[in-house]
């Protein structure tokens, strides 16, 4: 007994047991450590194992299991009309990707599906299915997403493994033909024409890449390679286009070539004070979604790679240098014979008459060949070429259009007598439609020649060079004076009282234009092949320019001048054009000058 009295409590064996197992926390601390000393270790052992002492048979091993090395296409960018319109665009598509490990044993049965559903070639798809010792292979690019899913589940359903898709954005174009004449098409991997190849460095982007290992499941495989470089998209491209405008121009022209049975033709509106080109049609044109359906000769731009003889609407440039030249004014007179007799030929007017007594105004009015010749006598052939070129002949317009043809125009210390006679009312050289609208449209410009644009702001073409509205030039070609005085002669060719154009005229507006008639030669024999190119050129309001409308229809089957061919699509599209832009008539009279004395 204690003297206190209170029991002593002892510790029997049991409890020492128990806290010889349950141990120090210094004990347990130590035991923890050497255990992930021992893990620690062997994860260094197998890190040196794999990247010191045997990396090539491992790399092998990885190999066996699949390294996908897999394209990250960019999306490309959006080319646009000038109100942000998309021509072209980039939509959601997949490309359809196999892994002929999982493929092989069942490649007839898939390929059979695959060229039914996708339209792929049978034995190719065979091949890629079965490839040998590969992980991944490509069957098909730039597939609609709903189709291509479309695919997939039918393989699935039919109990088909390891065919999968990818993003692989399609190129789309909105409006089908539209515009397609320049805007161009794709290919599958590559830019086939029009603006998309143009300026393909500006539109692709750069594409990415993504590099893993795939298990013999289709699983990336945890912990192994697994690489990405982010795609870098493309930048959009804007164009001076209007695409309501476009479209517009393109039916009217089409419905003007079908109903005169016509070759093709070609419609172009430019503003008129800055050069940018708001419409540029062709006809026959394609539709830029399925190219492979239409003609390769109409995959481009007629208006630009077709050269071809202005007739009469040249006489225009040659009055207005004359009159620039201090040669002649609207009101000067000329005594026009029945026929012209110059060196071996005879140089008729397309309207038969006996001596004629016009002024200057009134050989514009009637489109009179010999009163042209006989006032431009007071040019020498370099005289005439020297303003012509100024106006843009000769040279192309290098507003970024692929195969551009420069037209002919003989430099004026080779060419003789006789061909000036003929260049002077529109013969014997050669230009593209924009290279015509462009120069009527100095008139309507006052005098100064505004390079045309088709690209807002600015851009650079594959060959380096650059284009757009930022980069467009001006230069006087002749004076203000003589722009007004020939834009009034030009009002004389609609007036339905003597011109030869009524049909060209805009109701409530004042239009000044001209005609042209003028022989196609063939290319292949380089003569007369007894079809015609029928234009019409012009402006309103022509007292205060807006718009410069030019539209050539070649080799309609359908008898027809200028005038009564080209001149009525003509307002259709002058008239829809000042209407959708909201263009008011001045409210002035039109031009009174004489055209007889």
């Not at 090539?56 to 990250?72: H, P």
């Not at 690209?455 to 004076?481: F, H, L, M, Q, Y």
Request: proline residues 6%.
């Amino acid at each position: 007994m204690t003297t206190t009295g209170r029991p002593q409590l002892r510790r029997g064996r049991g409890s020492e047991a128990r806290e010889g197992r349950r141990g120090s926390p210094m004990v347990r601390l130590r035991f923890g450590f050497v255990l992930i000393a021992m893990v620690l270790s062997l994860f260094g052992a197998r890190l040196v194992q794999l990247q010191g002492i045997d990396p090539k048979s491992y790399a092998q091993m990885a190999a066996a299991e699949g390294v996908v090395d897999l394209t990250l296409p960019a999306a490309r960018g959006d080319i646009l009309d000038r109100n942000g319109v998309p021509l072209a665009a980039s939509v959601t598509g997949k490309m359809v990707v196999a892994d002929p490990l999982m493929t092989a044993a069942d490649a007839p049965e898939i390929a059979t599906i695959l060229s039914s559903e996708l339209g792929l070639d049978y034995f190719k798809a065979l091949e890629s299915l079965r490839e040998e010792g590969s992980r991944f292979e490509y069957l098909d690019r730039r597939v609609p997403a709903t189709k291509a899913e479309g695919v997939i589940d039918k393989l699935k359903q039919a109990g088909y493994q390891g065919v999968t898709t990818h993003e692989d954005p399609v190129r789309n174009y909105p409006a089908g033909e539209v515009a397609a004449n320049l805007v161009g098409f794709m290919g599958t991997d590559e830019p086939l024409g029009g603006f998309e190849r143009t300026f393909d460095a500006q539109l692709s982007g750069t594409d990415g890449r993504a590099r893993y290992t795939q298990g013999r499941g289709g699983y990336r495989v945890p912990l192994a390679e697994n690489s990405i470089t982010e795609a870098m998209d493309g930048q959009p491209l804007q164009t001076t286009l209007d695409q309501d405008l476009q479209w517009f121009v393109t039916k009217a022209l089409a419905q003007t070539v079908e109903d005169y049975r016509a070759k093709s033709g070609a419609a172009i509106v430019m503003d008129s004070r800055t050069g940018e080109v708001l419409a540029l049609a062709d006809v026959p044109t394609f539709d830029a979604n399925s190219p492979q359906e239409s003609p390769e000769e109409d995959l481009g731009s007629r208006a630009l790679s077709e050269p071809f003889e202005p007739g009469s609407v040249e006489k225009v440039l040659t009055v207005a240098s004359l009159v620039d030249a201090g040669k002649v004014t609207a009101r000067t007179k000329i005594k026009i014979p029945s026929s012209l007799a110059r060196q071996d030929r005879t140089i008729n007017d397309w309207f038969d008459h006996d001596i004629i007594k016009l002024t200057m105004a009134g050989v514009i009015a009637k489109s009179s060949n010999i009163g042209t010749v006989l006032a431009a006598d007071q040019f020498s052939p370099a005289e005439l070429t020297g303003y012509l070129s100024k106006f843009g002949l000769g040279e192309p317009t290098g507003v970024g259009v692929r195969g551009e043809t420069r037209g002919i125009l003989t430099p004026g210390e080779v060419m003789t007598s006789q061909t000036k006679d003929r260049v002077a009312f529109g013969q014997s050289l050669s230009v593209n439609a924009l290279q015509m609208t462009a120069a009527v449209n100095t008139v309507a410009n006052g005098g100064v020649r505004v390079s045309p644009s088709l690209i807002r702001g600015r851009a650079t073409t594959d060959d380096g060079t650059e284009v757009g509205t930022e980069v467009a030039t001006r230069a006087r070609v002749v004076s203000k004076r003589a722009a007004r005085q020939t834009a009034q002669m030009m009002e004389r060719v609609v007036d339905p009282e003597v011109g030869v154009a009524p049909r060209a005229q805009v109701p409530g507006y004042r239009v000044a234009g001209k005609t042209g008639t003028a022989q196609r030669v063939d290319g292949d024999c380089g003569c007369y092949d007894g079809s015609f190119s029928l234009s019409f050129g012009g402006f309103a309001p022509a007292d205060d320019p807006r718009f410069t409308v030019y539209v050539v229809i070649h080799a309609p089957e359908v008898d027809g001048g200028g005038g009564s061919v080209a001149g009525p699509v003509f307002s259709r599209i002058m008239g829809y054009a000042l209407s959708r832009y909201g263009v008011p008539p001045t409210g002035t009279k039109p031009s009174r000058l004489p055209v007889e004395w």
